[in-house]
């Protein structure tokens, strides 16, 4: 059985605190509801996929409409992640170029919010994919493809996100 290692790195402030408290509120909301539906007979991996793909398609239009230059990458990273989301996920830029953006997160509030419900590492697994259809949805609207390797929901040490052109 994998272990998954999802332990905040740096010192956490009070804004970066209130923010994560969210993420794993709405991840709790995204978790019970996949269960329920999946308890009630639905197809909650179709369901839930589709709803989460639908808001990353919405916030991908949001993020477009703020690029000042809708084919680079750069442009996408500045009108995709603000400060307090990079303090969030504990992120680190790998690579920032006009057609390549590389990105690793060192903690995950949806991760913490899954294990707090005592879920088995298969389902977080699941879980977590599911909710990269969000980003996978944002790339979709934005022109690029979204890859994504290692997971910390995997038990690895970071998520490792690329969006390429």
């Known amino acids: 059985m994998t272990t998954i290692n999802n332990q905040k790195k740096k010192q956490e402030d009070d ?3 209130l923010l994560r408290g969210a993420i794993e509120h709405r991840a709790t ?3 019970l509801t996949y269960l329920a539906a999946k308890e009630a007979g639905c197809d909650a991996e179709k369901i839930t996929r589709a709803a989460i793909r639908k808001t990353g ?8 409409k ?4 809708g084919e680079s ?3 996408f ?7 307090h989301v990079i303090n969030i996920f504990e992120m680190d ?3 920032l170029e006009t057609e390549n953006f590389k990105i690793e997160f060192n903690y995950c509030p949806l991760v913490s919010a899954w ?3 005592g879920m088995d590492n298969e389902t977080i697994d699941l879980l977590c994919d599911m909710a990269m259809d969000g980003d996978r949805g944002i790339a979709e609207v934005i022109g690029a493809t979204f890859e994504l390797g290692d997971t910390i929901a995997k038990g690895c040490a970071t998520c490792k996100l690329h969006f390429s052109k």
């Open 29 to 31: 909301w995204m978790g």
């Open 57 to 64: 398609n919405i916030h991908g239009a949001n993020i477009k």
């Open 66 to 69: 703020a690029m000042e230059n």
């Open 115 to 117: 294990q707090k419900l």
């Open 15 to 17: 804004v970066t605190a």
């Open 77 to 83: 990273r500045h009108a995709f992640l603000t400060t």
């Open 93 to 95: 830029i790998k690579e």
């Open 73 to 75: 990458l750069v442009d």
